[in-house]
């Protein structure tokens, strides 16, 4: 059962690097394990509600050969957990020997996603686990010492001191350190009790980290981009590229651990250091791709290559719908614009709902539908499966789709209490309904009778159909009415936030709004000789409430348009108007 719902690898993936591009070089073996590879815990937490997901940053690069100009043309919308006031600040950097455009945060020298006179990059998460559980093998009832490499170690306590607001003196935490990592949670009611953490932000820092982004303020090539990627390790970043000079290309870029097949996909035994990670990746080897043959690069979190790639790696994490579609849709697409780009920013199609609303369709027993239950029937057949503001076909969707992934893995449910588990991923109840409709997954457990997919359906939908009732007969009822999406302000303050914002947009579309999540940052660079570029994020310059520039651009971020981005070439370029300017003795 756990093999057939938890497969890793999607049959339909399609790989940020093209499938069947070589690997021209010898990979290095994981040290051999000390124990066979199997489960020998779980870590005790609740079933979760639903499927785990992704917030959904997408970035791609065209090549001259697909553009109307002939010149590339770079695009990215990193998906964050949307504040106010902003996550990013938009600037410029002007130097003797850089001119460079671009986003970043309070904080951090130079221009995380941007462009100079160059070239352009930006990044989408990458995804791949980094941080495996370890079960600690105690030799004494205060869990002071444990085994280790046949001999017993001693714990390093490491006393932490946290300051509370209105309290006269801190709190403080002692925390066990093993060779591991630290001890997260002592109580038997914690999720991870007793478990060592080890990840990849336990290792020693690289002290030459931020000369990625001042290595990209100064590059020139794509030897220079790669060469600058060599200093960045962690979180793993899809870096994207493209230059004046016509380069493209796209580089998962990152640290990390040589693994054998499933490691950390388990908790594993904490006794023998032989189980754990041996060495790390050579930064030469990770998967990158320059020029392919189809014209573009790109990623929307999904996996990072095929089943070819000599090393292992594992995520619950990756897309399995935004990515696929992102190629389908930059296959097709030829003579390419800035606006063709940005529409695709703005995209509200989800591959989700062609592939699932189907099978879900198929297996409903319309003769159990009413003369009033019908048309929502047919209305949801006629869907273009676009999840735009003003439609209410998302609505009945994502309602029907809770339910009957509820109802289908009744099963998990059932495991609760002895076998704690994550729900199966989106794709992998889609793919049953289409192909195995009979599965024995679909029976009901709390019923005698054996259930397929058809009763599931009908039951769900019919519930659905009962929940949204009174609702389906207001007029004004709608996907942006339904789901009110809001951008908070950092204190949770309504006053100072924007609620009820009317915006489309689905988890598993590129335009991917889903919760408090959105594109923090919409941009598109042209690659000529004249860079032309534009982009926008949900709110202003400020983070005052009270100033004009709190929240500048959010009405055309709602609206998905975008600002033209003054590359200024000097200080003393008056091309456009000056908004705003401060001097500084």
Known sequence: MFKKLYPEINPKQSPVIPTGTPWNFKATKP?????????????????????????????????????LSGKPILANDPHLKLTLPSIWFELQIHTPNANIYGVSVPGLPGVLMGFNEHFAWGETNVGHDVNDWYQISWTDEAKTSYQYNGGIKKVKLVIDSIRVRGMDRPVYDTVRWTEWGPIVYDSKDSDWQGLAMHWIGHEAPNPNEMMTFLG?????????????LTN??????????????????????G????????????????????????????????????????????????????PSYPYYYNSPYFDHYRGRYLNQRLSQMDSITAKDMMALQNDNFSLHASEGLPAMLAQVDTTQ???????????????????????VEPVIFTTWWDKFYEMAFDEVMVFKDSLPILKPEKWRVVELTANSPSDLIFDDKKTPERETAKQIATASFLATLKELSTDLMKPDFAWATYRKFSIMHLGRIPAFSRMDLPVGGYGQALNAIAGG?????????????????????????????????????????????????????????????????????
């Open 31 to 67: 040290a051999e394990k000390a124990v066979a590879q199997e489960a020998i815990g779980l870590i005790q937490h609740k079933v979760y509600e639903k499927e785990r997901g992704v917030l959904g940053s997408n970035n791609w690069a065209v090549a001259g050969s697909k553009t």
């Open 216 to 228: 990209l303020a100064k590059g020139k090539n794509h030897e220079d981009y790669r060469k600058a």
């Open 232 to 253: 960045y390790d962690f979180p793993a970043q899809n870096f994207v590229f493209a230059a004046k000079d016509g380069d493209i290309a796209i580089t998962a870029n």
């Open 255 to 306: 640290k990390y651990p040589i693994k054998n097949k499933e490691q950390g996909r388990y908790v594993q035994d904490g006794s023998s250091s032989k189980n754990g990670w041996s060495a790390f990746i050579p930064r030469d080897q990770v998967p990158t791709t320059k020029n392919p043959k189809r014209g573009f690069v790109s990623s929307a979190n999904q996996h990072s290559t095929d």
């Open 369 to 391: 539908l009413s003369a009033l239950q019908k048309p929502i029937y047919d209305k949801l057949k006629a869907w273009d499966f676009r999840f735009d503001k003003d439609k």
């Open 517 to 585: 999540n959105g594109p923090s940052w919409r941009m598109v660079v042209e690659l000529g000789d004249e860079i032309k570029a534009y982009g926008l994020y949900p709110g202003g310059q400020s983070g005052n409430p009270g100033s004009r520039f709190y929240a500048t651009d959010l009405d055309k971020w709602v609206k998905g348009e975008y600002n033209e981005l003054f590359f200024m070439k000097n200080a003393e370029d008056n091309r456009k108007p000056t908004l705003c300017s401060i001097e500084i003795n």
